[in-house]
């Protein structure tokens, strides 16, 4: 059963589209506080289709992540107990508290790791505002940690070029299965730990 490759192939479609920078700006903010598809869903396909532009979709990825992040920190502190009763009933609940733990032990750190692997960053936004991280540190380290996720996939996909986009196309079942199993991998793991 093909999933991957139809929806490898929307998502190309969707990244030449004209607003694609626009669709880019906003999935990047609203993933960092409240969207649970992560931004390289489009940023790398946009890569992919205009590879002199990369850098630039890198930048602006970055840029409203951190927006969205910040929206996340102050969802945290000024709402907390409006999505308090839906997060309790999502599948964030326990990265929630596992989140908060973390903060209790490592700070800002867990910003930093959130913001740059695949754990869900908008439960860490959220959780930092709760925390009452020091937001100028909270912003500094999503710059640095969002960046580096955004500009690493800009950077593979320019050095990989025509190469990549043909594994990609080759093997996108394989590699969307993977995902799928690292993802699992990754919210079991925190609900044994939570």
Known sequence: MKIFAPLYEVVLKWSRHQHAERYLAA????????????????????CLAERSMAWRFAAVAT???????????YLGVAGFE??????RESHYWSAYETSRSWFDRYGI???????????????FTIAAGVAALNL??????????????FFLVAGLIVWGGDRLEATLQQHVERIGWAVVLVVVAIVAWLVVRG
Do not use: N
Not at 82 to 87: A, D, G, K, M
């Open 27 to 46: 999935l990047s903010f609203a993933e960092s506080s409240f969207f649970p598809v992560p931004v390289d869903v489009m940023l790398a396909p946009m």
């Open 63 to 73: 840029a409203f992540s951190v927006l969205g992040g910040v929206a996340g920190y």
């Open 82 to 87: 409006l999505i308090e009763p839906w997060l």
């Open 109 to 123: 750190w867990v910003i930093f790791v959130a913001g740059f692997s695949p754990i869900p960053y908008k439960v």
């Open 136 to 149: 100028p540190l909270f912003i500094l380290t999503s710059i640095i940690a969002r960046g580096a996720r």
